[in-house]
């Protein structure tokens, strides 16, 4: 017995090894690593978060939603024709404008941005 292991028993602990059953390169094959960072959310998700916070009346959170998707450039002409609802019922009619004037550059086909434009302009 090695000098090293004596003064270990006389301690009162004991170094003891073990085989692994597995040679390095398959442990390496085998590693997985899981995150748990949330994954960035898509357009379409943020697009929806929104539309939803819009429908439920969260007025507040629908602007900050819609402001994002235009900073985030998103060409959603419903993100420009539902903030320009929001910015009608605040009485911005001509941010409004500008507004459903995208959303028909975007769509020329998109009825609810004419309308809306339409009401403005009357």
Not at 1 to 6: A, G, I, L, Q, S
Not at 109 to 113: I, K, P, R
């Given at each position: 017995?090695?000098?090293?292991?004596?003064h270990q028993k006389q301690a009162?602990?004991?170094v003891k090894t073990y085989p692994v059953p597995f040679?390095?390169?398959?442990?390496?094959?085998?590693?997985?690593?899981?995150?748990?960072?949330?994954?960035?959310?898509s357009k379409e998700q943020i697009i929806n978060q929104a539309i939803q916070f819009h429908s439920r009346?969260?007025?507040t959170e629908a602007e900050k939603?819609?402001?994002?998707c235009i900073n985030q450039s998103f060409d959603d002409p419903?993100?420009?024709s539902n903030y320009a609802t929001i910015l009608i019922d605040r009485g911005?009619?001509?941010?409004?404008?500008?507004?459903?004037?995208a959303a028909i550059q975007i769509n020329p086909?998109?009825?609810?941005?004419h309308y809306n434009l339409g009401t403005i302009l009357i």
């Open positions: 017995m090695t000098e090293e292991k004596r009162g602990y004991e040679a390095l390169n398959e442990i390496k094959d085998n590693i997985t690593l899981n995150t748990n960072t949330p994954s960035k959310p009346g969260n007025i939603y819609y402001k994002s419903i993100v420009f911005k009619t001509i941010e409004a404008e500008n507004l459903l004037s086909n998109f009825a609810e941005a």
